[in-house]
């Protein structure tokens, strides 16, 4: 009996070392938070106050084009969410000149688009 039982713990021993599961290399675990890749603030040029009403923002890649968003008590505008790319930002107001950003190029890690900030100071008309 003392031999099934040394047999027993020797195979489960084996077993053990063997038949982990430990040894897959470790894998990346995303969130699932939905990431915004531009967060741009507007500022008045002359008066350095924030701008977040009467204004467009809008950012294009290519044949991709997207209006920014905004909300209440948000003084930014965000957008490209979770896609990556060579973005061009024109902001308009009837308030404001014409802006037309350079190249803004956003990339992604193996689970989201890695954010940018910006503060654009617009010249009042």
Request: charged share 20%; proline share 5%; with cysteine.
């Amino acid at each position: 009996m003392d031999f099934k039982i040394v047999t027993l713990l020797a195979l489960l021993s084996i077993c053990s070392t063997s038949c982990k599961t430990d040894d897959v290399p470790d894998s990346i675990i995303c969130t699932e938070q939905f990431v915004y890749g531009l967060n741009i603030t507007l500022k008045d040029a002359t008066t350095s106050n924030i701008i977040n009403s009467d204004v467009e923002v809008i950012a294009t890649d290519g044949n991709y084009q997207e209006t920014l968003m905004t909300g209440n008590g948000i003084d930014s505008f965000f957008g490209a969410g979770e896609r990556p790319g060579t973005y061009i930002v024109t902001i308009t107001s009837p308030n404001y000149q014409t802006f037309i950003s350079d190249p803004i190029t956003l990339i992604s890690d193996e689970c989201h688009v890695i954010p940018k900030t910006f503060e654009f100071s617009l010249q009042p008309k």
